[in-house]
């Protein structure tokens, strides 16, 4: 028996019975299922006394290897492009299995392909066409990599006659590497091309003598401020939470949602959201009386606040409070991400009059894997979930046309009560694209939450878009919609 796990979120596990000889092969497809030529594969000996073995993968994606000892072996599959994936076959004298893995793409080579056709655009005298591509880029990638990416839509800004875009541009690369002389000097000559040199040397002045936060407010004026949370605070702000939901102890987390391993968490880790931040928006208006919505959002970068200005006239029209733990990315662990989502709704139900009818999570992407995992694990917290481009599920899924092949289960089954509570309250909207690299298997778990009683579905699929669209105003809109219409069914 054969169980290949990838490294990803969505990758996919393989089971198969070895079948006649002692040969190992297999092929490697993308989740598209076209080939994946040139992939190294790694053979391991577990358990027999033998050499490493290595071979790459042929134009059809096919690969081959007689002659290996019986035992466990580790299988370790690299490809330009993908995430790696991992797995494990226990290999019996005289036998001759074939597996097949898929790779899931990996989103930080998308990224990077981006900004390399952005740079060609750049250097092609094309600005408008280069900004096209480092915007995607922009909501995506790390803070600690985006310096790079500031300075180069402040270019393209500024080569379009765009100065007053070019410059905050700028401003946020500096703010994020303030040692940068590259971007210091860009600065100076962009505004003394308008008159303006002495704005450029009075903002660097400020920023050098009284620091980052004083050179932003300066800069962006509206700088979003920092509170606590307190009745009656409405607005945009960014606050900081001090207790611990109790649905998020060790004990709790692990029997509702997995492993330790799977969790991403250490034995004893003691948990504490202080020195944590939360991006908010608490509509104005209504009665003090009257309850708000709950709407936890999990990015999958370090930036909680809201993708789109849009979105704050559809909050505020459905009396919905946004709110998003910042560092809480696809490179945290699953375990913190989860605890983080439930402090934010701790924090605001002891703060604010809240109907907790409507307590919704959704995240993009890795975080929409992360908001599926907290509707499944607390549907006495969360009574909605908003999965867009990305989401899991308690057990292995068949992928359609892809015999042996499944989505592997990406945290623990949930109990027949959780389950039979989740029937009878819980509602779900799945978002996909035509071109999103998930859209098979978003389908694919639409039809496993119908056939375990989760009825209350709606999937939306975004025509003619890739998984990067973004989630924006319009999607939050329809899918806040569906999930409160079904508040009566």
């Known amino acids: ?32 299922g076209s080939a994946v030529a040139g992939a190294r594969v790694r053979l391991e000996p577990l358990t027999a006394v033998a050499a490493q073995v290595r071979v790459d993968t042929d134009a059809e994606g096919r690969w081959r290897r007689v ?47 981006w900004l390399e056709r952005g740079n060609e655009f750049l250097a092609d005298g094309k600005p408008g066409a280069a900004q096209a591509f480092y915007d995607q880029a922009v909501t995506v990638v790390r803070a600690s990599q985006a310096a790079p990416l500031h300075q180069a839509l402040a270019r393209t800004h500024f080569l379009q006659g765009e100065i007053d875009e070019a410059v905050p541009a700028l401003q946020r690369a500096i703010l994020l590497a303030p040692g940068d002389g590259e971007s210091r000097e860009l600065l100076g000559g962009m505004l003394a091309s308008v008159e303006r040199e002495r704005e450029a040397a009075a903002w660097l002045k400020l920023l050098d003598g009284e620091g980052s936060a004083a050179a932003a407010r300066a800069a962006f004026g509206a700088e979003i401020p920092e509170r606590r949370l307190a009745e009656g605070a409405t607005g945009r702000f960014r606050t900081r939470i001090d207790s611990a939901s109790p649905y998020g102890g060790e004990h709790e987390l692990l029997a509702r949602a997995g492993s330790h391993e799977l969790l991403g968490l250490e034995p004893d880790q003691a948990w504490s959201p202080v020195g944590e931040s939360f991006e908010v928006y608490v509509p104005e ?9 709950i709407f936890v959002w999990v990015s999958p970068t370090a930036r909680g606040s809201v993708t789109d ?47 907790r009818r409507r307590v919704y999570v959704g995240g993009y992407s890795g975080g929409g894997r992360i908001a599926s995992s907290l509707t499944i694990a607390y549907p006495e917290v969360f009574t909605g979930g908003i999965y867009f481009m990305g989401m899991s599920f308690y057990r292995d899924v068949p992928i359609p046309a892809q015999p042996g092949a499944l989505w592997g289960a990406a945290l623990a089954p949930p109990p027949d009560a959780a389950l039979e509570l989740m029937r009878e309250r819980s509602r779900f909207v799945f978002v996909t694209g035509t071109y999103d690299f998930n859209r098979a298997q978003t389908y694919g778990y639409r039809d496993e939450y119908v056939r375990d009683g989760l009825e209350r579905v709606t999937l939306i699929e975004i025509p003619e878009v890739g998984h990067y669209y973004g989630f924006r105003a319009a999607e939050l809109a329809a899918s806040l919609e569906a999930l409160d219409s079904a508040l009566s069914q």
């Open 1 to 32: 028996m054969l169980a290949c796990v990838g490294l990803g979120p969505a990758s996919a596990q393989i089971s198969i019975e070895p079948a006649a000889r002692a040969t190992l092969a297999g092929r490697v497809l993308s989740q598209a």
């Open 285 to 293: 208006g209504g009665s003090a009386a009257e309850p708000y919505g």
């Open 309 to 355: 200005e849009e979105m704050l006239p559809v909050l505020a029209a459905e009396r919905m409070i946004w709110i998003g733990a910042n560092r809480s990315g696809n490179p945290r662990a699953r375990g913190d991400r989860m605890r983080l989502a439930l402090d934010a709704v701790h924090a605001l139900a002891a703060t604010y009059p809240v109907d």
């Open 67 to 113: 002659g290996l000892a019986p035992g466990a072996w580790r299988i370790y599959i690299e490809a330009e492009g993908f995430r790696d994936s991992i797995g494990k076959v226990a290999l019996r004298a005289g036998s001759n299995p074939a597996i097949e893995v898929v790779l899931e793409i990996d989103s930080d080579a998308v990224v990077k392909g």
